[in-house]
């Protein structure tokens, strides 16, 4: 498969072997009582990342981000930061800031006391707090707002003046726990970019755990995928999208079709597999797989094309009905019935204003798709 690399900048240390990763989780399990919440999880994170953490609900995304902020220690396994075991540092001590999705900020301060709050208690000589807090309050665009109480913001400017706070002291790595979970989509939306800048400017490693895959997308250099206390896969954004290492990650990100079957022949990087129904697909990028596995090919909606005729020279077509379909505007996708049953979700781009091939529903129709528009899975 050709490599998928990181399209938002060069910065790949992850790919360069010379390169020490600055946080690194080590075999690390948290149990509470008899459930166990994070599981034998190793994972490495380098200086000036944007790293996410992606999972649902209960998957142990804030239980990794409080043991890395010192809240709470691991069961057993080690975490290093820049080399040193974090083990039993208090986590005022550590250099790195948390920032809540609730934000805590404290209602009856101003916005600039807020901001200047940890260095005060740091005992930081108040002409010195002055010029950190302007320098911040310039920084998230609210020169205007620093007498200010909360109460008087808006949730956007809330949630940049608590960022304005964490970033203050000038820790090394900042930890966000869904960040943006109490914004409304636009404002989220414009804040991804916000952050993205933001961490660009100030040069620093950010970590942050969300719910929300377009968010991770979006933001992160990599991601990695939490499920049940487990490391799914960690990947940048293109590698999780074109090439997931298992059904749960292709199914979790994104949409994505499956073709179910057995490993019939394989030659190279490429298997022959016979589904249920006795059609065959003939794809690349066939990973581990071996002759009699039971596999799946992975291929996402956008990569499989839709014809009233079967199209001339491509080696893996099916036919079907429209069974549903959806006109977005800036694309169409269709459900396909396939005659063995199987519903195939293909979207296609309205690049032109009339489409030349109209499908509409109860058609019979073909899907087509390139041997190399997916990847074979065997987990
Ligand atoms: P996430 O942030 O991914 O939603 P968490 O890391 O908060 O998940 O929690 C992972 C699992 O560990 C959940 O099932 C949660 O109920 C459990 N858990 C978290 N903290 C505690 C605790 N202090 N005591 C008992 N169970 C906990
Ligand atoms: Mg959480």
Redesign the pocket.
Same mark, same amino acid.
């Given at each position: 498969m050709k490599s998928l690399g990181s399209i938002r900048r060069s910065f790949a240390p992850w790919n360069d072997p010379s390169a020490r990763p600055y946080i690194s989780f080590e075999n690390v399990t948290k149990v +509470? @009582?008899d +459930?166990t919440? &994070?599981d034998k999880l190793s994972l490495d994170i380098y200086e000036r990342e944007f790293f996410a953490l992606l @999972? /649902? $609900? @209960? $998957? /142990?995304? $804030?239980?990794?981000l409080?043991m890395l902020a010192g809240f709470d220690e691991p069961t057993s396994g080690r975490i290093l930061l820049d080399g040193q075991d974090l083990r039993g540092i208090p986590p005022y001590k550590r250099p790195l800031n948390m920032m809540f999705q609730s934000y805590a900020l404290f209602p009856h301060m101003t916005v600039e006391a807020n901001i200047g709050f940890g260095l005060k208690q740091e005992g930081m000589p108040k002409a010195d707090i002055d010029a950190r807090v302007t320098e911040m309050l310039k920084l998230v665009k609210l020169e205007q707002f620093g007498k200010r109480k909360p109460h008087q913001l808006s949730g956007g400017q809330r949630q940049r003046v608590a960022l304005a706070r964490a970033v203050a002291k000038r820790p090394k790595v900042l930890l966000l726990?869904e960040p943006l979970g109490a914004l409304d989509k636009k404002l989220r939306e414009e804040t991804q970019f916000e952050l993205m800048d933001l961490q660009q400017s100030l040069g620093l490693t950010f970590i942050i &755990?969300t719910?929300d895959q377009e968010e991770a997308m979006t933001m992160a250099d990599r991601i990695a995928i939490?499920d049940k /206390?487990h490391l799914m896969q960690v990947a940048t954004p293109a590698e999780i999208y074109e090439a997931p290492a298992s059904r749960f990650v292709a199914n979790f990100v994104g949409n994505v079709n499956m073709f179910e079957g057995t490993v019939a022949a394989r030659e190279e990087a490429s298997v022959r597999i016979t589904g249920a129904s006795g059609a065959q697909i003939l794809v690349e990028n066939a990973g581990d797989s071996a002759p009699g596995n039971t596999v799946a090919f992975a291929v996402r909606p956008e990569k499989i094309k839709v014809s009233s005729k079967r199209p001339d020279g491509v080696v893996n077509a099916m036919e079907g009905e429209i069974y549903d379909l959806a006109y977005l505007g800036d694309m169409t996708v269709y459900h396909v019935r396939l005659d063995d049953g199987q519903v195939v979700k293909a979207s296609s781009l309205n690049s032109s204003r009339v489409a030349d091939d109209q499908l509409t529903w109860n058609d019979r129709a073909w899907i087509s798709f390139q041997p190399d528009a997916g990847v074979v899975l065997t987990q």
């Open positions: +509470f @009582g +459930f919440a &994070v @999972g /649902g $609900s @209960g $998957s /142990g995304k $804030s239980t990794l409080r726990d &755990v719910h939490l /206390g």
